[in-house]
C-alpha cells in the first residue's frame, strides 16, 4: 500500500465505525498558551477533555499534523541520526468524548490492523500499565482482559508509568495507556529471542506503532489525581511508523512517504544516498534531516508562522538552518538548495494538504532567503573560526559555544574542522556553556501555574459582541499563576463582556466588581475555549454577584482598527491582486498591523490608491451585516475570505461590508458602520519576509493625531528653513551643502593622514624580527585610518601596524598585519581583542586585519604598551 492509500484506509476504517473525519489543526498553536506547536493529536480537543466545551459529536477521527522540537517532548537532535526520529509528523487517531471506552478501542485496533491492514498477528504485542499504588492507581485488568481474547497472555506485557500513563504536561488530563507494538526482525531473528524481551528497547526492531489512551483523571498542580466527570479515549498511531510496517522497510525514511524527497536532493547534489544508519554516515544523514526539516518549515509557514527571532518563529528558523548547515557540510551546497524541494514536497502530500500547493510560491519564496541569509552567516563563522585563539592546540568551550550560538555551527561542524587543522575542542566547556544559556532560558520562561478553584461546572459564554457591560454574572473559577517571580489572578466568568485576545486582536481592559469589591482587568486572554480575565487581585467573596465592564473608549478604538484591517485587505486584493491575502496581524487600541503576501515593495502609488480606497470606503458609511453560527459548508460556499493556518469549527462568524467588497470569517469586534473609522492612515510599509509585507496603520482619533504630528513637523522644518515656501527645495540645498562640507571634510582628513605617514614612517622599530609600528594618531575618519595602516604594512615588510584614535570619547584600534606575517605567528582578530580590554570594548576581523572600539579611551597607553609586549 502507498502512503497514501494507508491514511485512507485509516480514515474510512473510523468512518464506518461512525467518527466524523475532522480535518488537521493548525500546526502552529495560537490559542493555547502552553504550546508553541501541535505536538499531539489531542491538542485540538484539550477543551473536550477538560470539560470546558461539549463537543458536537462524540466519536470522531483525522490525522494531524504534529511537531515536537521543544519542551517535554524534543526529537530535533535525534533527527537523521537513526530511521524513526521526526520533527514534524502525522499522528492517525480516533477519540470518544465520553461514548466508548477500553473494550471498543482495543478491539478496533485489532481490528483495523489485522484484518484490515493485514499485519500478521503473530508479530504484535500490547502493553498495559501496571499500576501505581503510590497514586492509588489500580493494575489495568481491564484492558488486559480485553487483549486476552485476541493476544495470548506472553504477549501482554505489564509496563511502568513511564511507558503506559500518558500525561498532557505537567497538569491536566491523563490516565493509563495500552500501547501496541510490532515486530519488525526476520524469522531467524525472531527464533534466537523472543519478541516479548525487546518491548520498548531502543533499537532492537520491536516498534511502537500505537498508543491507546483512557482519560480518566485530572493531575493537580500540587501533584494529586482526581477522576474526571467523564471517561474519554485518545489515540495517536505514528502514520510514518505504520507506513514503514505496511511497505516492508526498517525505516521510516524508506518509505515512500520520504523516498521521493530523498531523490530529489541525490539529483539535486549529485550525491548518492546509502541508505546507511552509521553515526559516520554524514552524507545519508545529511539528506534524512533535509528531507524532515523541509516538511516541517513548509507545513509551518503554510499555517501563518514565519522563521524569525523569538518564540515559534525562533524554532522554525532554527530547524530550517540545521537543515542548510548539513546540506552545507555533508553534501557541499554553498547555494540555497532546500527551496528547490518544494515543488516534490507538494506533488507528495498536496492532495491530503492543500494548504502546501496553494502556497508553494510563497514558501518556497520564504525558504530561500532564509537559506541565502544563513549561508551568508555561515560565511561569517568561518572568518571567525579562522580567527580563533588556537596556540594552545584547543578551541575553547566559550569560543565553541559562540560558534553554535552567534553563527550557527553545530559542535560536529567545529569538531571536523578542527581536526582539518590537527586541534581539539573543549566539549566539555562547550557542554557547560550550553548548559548554562539552558537554564537561563528555563528561568526566563518560568511560570508557575496554579489549579484552578473550581466553584461551578457552567460554561463560560461570551456576550461581548452586544453589549460592554453585564450585571448578574457568577465566577467559575479562579487561580494563581506566577510570572517571573511575579502573581497574575485570572478568573473565569459564567458570561463576560470582554474579548479574550485571539485571532491577532489585543484583549479588552477594564473592571469588575465582585459584590462590593473591584477588580481591576488588566489583560483578557484566551486559553483554547475560555475567556481568562486577568486582574490586579482576587476577589475576598468570589461567590457573589459580578458586574463587569469593558473599557468603552479601549474597545471602540480596537474595534475601529480590526475593521480596518477589513477594508485594508479587501483593497490590497485589488491594488496588488488575490494573492495579497493575510499572513497575521496585531489589532491594538493605539495602532494595528497587518502582514500579507506580495513579492515586491508597493510603489508609493499603489499605496496611495489602497489608502484611498479604504477611505472611500470609510466615506460610504458602509453597515456591518454580522452572521453567527454558519455551517462552515456554507460559509465556504458563499464565497467569504478564509484563511489558512486558521481553525475553524462546524459553525463559524462572517463578517461582511458591502458583500462586494469585504467579507470575510472573523471573531473579532467590529464597529457598527464604517463611517466611525473617520480617517484611516498608513504610517509604514516594510518587508516582514521574502514574499510577506507589512503595513502598519491607524484610524479616528489615532490617525487625526498622526497627521497633526506631521504637519507639526512641517511646520518646525519651515520655521528651519525661515518660512521657505518650497519646503522640499530647502531641504535638498541643505542636504547637498551637508555632501560638500563632507567631501571637504574627507579631503582634510586624507591631507592630514598623508602628512602623518611620513612622520609615522620614522618611527617604526626592530622588534624580535617585525617592523613594529604602535602610536595614537589624531585622526576621527575611520576610513582615513584604515588607508594609512594599509599604506603603511604594503610598503614595509612583517610590519605589525597599530593605530590608536580617540573620538567623541571612544576610542579605536585599528590593527593591520603584512600578510605574509599574519597567520603565521601573528593573528589580527585574535590580538586586537585581547588589547580591547584596556579600552573596555571588543573587536575583530581577519588574521592580516581587525579592528576594535572600546569606551575607555584612557587605556590607549596600555594598549601600545601591551602590543609591545605581545611581538616582543
Known sequence: MTASEIRRAFLDFFREKEHKIVPSAP??????????FTNAGMNQFKDYFLGDKVPDKRRVADTQKCMRVSGKHNDLDDVGRDG?????????????????????????????LTERLGIDPDRLYATVFEGAPDEGIPRDDEARKFWERV??????LYGNKKDNFWEMGETGPCGPCTEIHVDLRSAAKRKEQPGHQLVNVDGSGVVEIWNNVFIQFNRKADGSLVNLPERHVDTGMGFERLCMVLQGKEATYDTDIFTPIIGEIERLTGKSYGGSYATDAKADMAMRVIADHLRAVAFTIADGQLPGSGGAGYVVRRILRRAVRYAYSFLGQQQPMLHKLMPVLVREMGHAFPELERQQEQ?????ESEERSFLQTLENGLQRFAGLDTQSGTISGEDAFELYDTFGFPIDLTRIMAAERGINVDEEGFNRALQQQKARSRKDAAKEVGDWTVLSDAPSQFIGYDVLSDAGARVTKYRTVKVKDKEQYQLVLDRTPFYGESGGQAG????????EETLRVVDTQKENELTVHVVDKLPADPEADVYSEVAADDRQAISNHHTAAHLLHAALHRVLGEHAVQKGQDVQAGKFRFDFSHFEQPTDEQLQEIERMVNARIRENIPLVERRDVPITEARNSGAMMLFGEKYG???????FDPDYSSELCGGTHVKRTGELGLFKITSESALAAGVRRIEAVTALRAEQYVSGRLAALEEVRDVLKGASDLSGGVRSLQEENRSLKKELDKLQAEQAGNLKGDLEQSFELVDGVNFLAQKVDLTDAAAIKNLAFQLTGENDNAFVLLASENEGKALLTLAISKGLAGEKFNAGSIVRELAKHIRGGGGGQPFFATAGGKEPGGIPAVLEKARELVG
Open 650 to 656: 462546524d459553525k463559524v462568524r462572517i463578517i461582511t
Open 151 to 156: 493476544l495470548p497472555a506472553d504477549r501482554i
Open 27 to 36: 500546526i502552529v498553536n495560537k490559542n493555547d498558551p502552553t504550546l508553541l
Open 84 to 112: 524513526t526520529h521526526h520533527t514534524m509528523f502525522e499522528m492517525l487517531g480516533n477519540w470518544s468524548f465520553g461514548d466508548y471506552f477500553k473494550e471498543e478501542a482495543i478491539a478496533w485496533s485489532w481490528e483495523l
Open 363 to 367: 514558501i518556497a519564496r520564504i525558504i
Open 508 to 515: 479588552d481592559r477594564g473592571v469588575i466588581r465582585v459584590g
